[in-house]
C-alpha cells in the first residue's frame, strides 16, 4: 500500500485495515458500475435520478468537465465511506446522552407512543 511505501514501513494491523478498505472499495466500484450501467439504459427510479451519484454523473460528461468516471466514483465512495461512522458515532452520542438522562427518556418514550399511535403499529 502506498502509506507504508511512504512511511517506510507497515504493520500488520496497517496491512488488515487496508485490505478491508481495498474488499470495501471493490464492493463499491461493482455497484456504482451497475448504477452507471442502469442510468445509461434509462432504469434509474425517481430518487436514483435525483441523487448525488447520477447528478455527478450528468456533470461529469457536460462539456468542460475534466472529472472522470473513476474520480465520481471514488467521491461517492468516499462520501458512504464516512457516512457509515459518522451517523454510528451520532447515534451512539444521542444514545449515551438519553441513556443518562431519565427525564429525556420519558419525553422520547411519549413522544413516540404519540408517533405511533397516529401512523399505526
Request: hydrophobic share 40%; charged share 30%.
Amino acid at each position: 500500500n502506498i502509506v507504508g511505501k511512504l512511511m517506510k514501513f507497515e504493520t500488520a494491523t496497517m496491512r488488515h485495515a487496508f485490505e478491508g478498505f481495498d474488499a470495501a472499495w471493490a464492493v463499491a466500484r461493482d455497484k456504482i458500475g451497475r448504477f452507471i450501467e442502469r442510468k445509461e439504459r434509462g432504469e434509474l427510479s425517481e430518487n436514483e435520478r435525483v441523487s448525488y451519484l447520477s447528478r455527478a454523473l450528468d456533470r461529469q460528461k457536460e462539456e468542460g468537465s475534466n472529472v472522470s468516471v473513476r474520480e465520481v466514483t471514488e467521491i461517492a465512495f468516499t462520501g458512504l465511506f464516512a457516512a457509515v461512522d459518522t451517523t454510528s458515532s451520532v447515534l451512539g452520542w444521542n444514545l449515551f446522552h438519553i441513556a443518562r438522562s431519565p427525564d429525556v427518556q420519558e419525553k422520547l418514550f411519549r413522544e413516540l407512543l404519540t408517533s405511533v399511535g397516529t401512523v399505526g403499529r
